[in-house]
């Protein structure tokens, strides 16, 4: 038997099994005691992922976005960050941020990207989040293609990009470590540290 053949009596029998009813799903499903439904919308969140996929067909397209939930303003309750990508250089069709997005405490979520100083274009991929200046407010890192970007929380719902600042600026792939009240290291020091 050739490539060819085998490859033709495979996909006939993957085809034939589909059209075969299994016993697995013969009926209904079976009820669980409860059901989920999407309150994206009603919640609030209206954010659309842009992977800036033009054709090029470029891994960073497929890798999708990263997202946190932190406590960004002090308040007790959880807010939502989702990290967002951007149209690559030469295909440009639209800007895109990430979106953070305040707990109203009622279920919903309004969105203070722009109030918090996060309206800032980057093809983000990741997010970490730590307090790595040790002033108790939560701080954003993304990981992103090209320069990283690292917001410090100001306390007053504002964040500031302190990339150059903290000397994260130029340096596209290294190990950061950044003092501050979270620990991410096996060195018994107080600092944060990542390796990206």
Not at 8 to 25: F, H, I
Not at 100 to 120: C, H, K, Q, S
Not at 146 to 154: A, D, I, P, S, Y
Request: glycine fraction near 12%; charged fraction near 20%; hydrophobic fraction near 35%.
């Amino acid at each position: 038997m050739n490539r060819r053949s085998f490859l033709g009596y495979s996909a006939s029998a993957a085809l034939g099994s589909l059209l075969v009813r299994s016993p697995l799903w013969a009926g209904p499903p079976p009820s669980l005691g409860f059901r989920f439904t999407d309150v994206t919308t009603s919640a609030g969140i209206h954010f659309r992922h842009n992977n800036g996929a033009y054709g090029g067909k470029l891994l960073p397209e497929t890798l999708g976005s990263g997202c946190a939930f932190l406590d960004y303003d002090g308040d007790g309750w959880q807010d939502i960050l989702l990290v967002n990508s951007m149209d690559w250089p030469g295909h440009v069709r639209q800007h895109s941020t990430p979106k953070l997005y305040r707990n109203n405490r009622n279920g919903t979520f309004t969105d203070v990207t722009r109030e918090a100083g996060l309206d800032v274009e980057m093809y983000g991929l990741g997010v970490a989040v730590g307090d790595y200046d040790n002033d108790g407010f939560p701080d954003i890192l993304f990981t992103c293609v090209g320069q990283n970007r690292l917001f410090k929380n100001t306390g007053k719902g504002r964040f500031v990009d302190v990339t150059n600042s903290s000397g994260l600026g130029k340096r596209l792939a290294s190990v950061l470590r950044l003092c501050g009240s979270t620990t991410i290291a096996t060195d018994s020091s107080t600092c944060l540290s990542a390796i990206m």
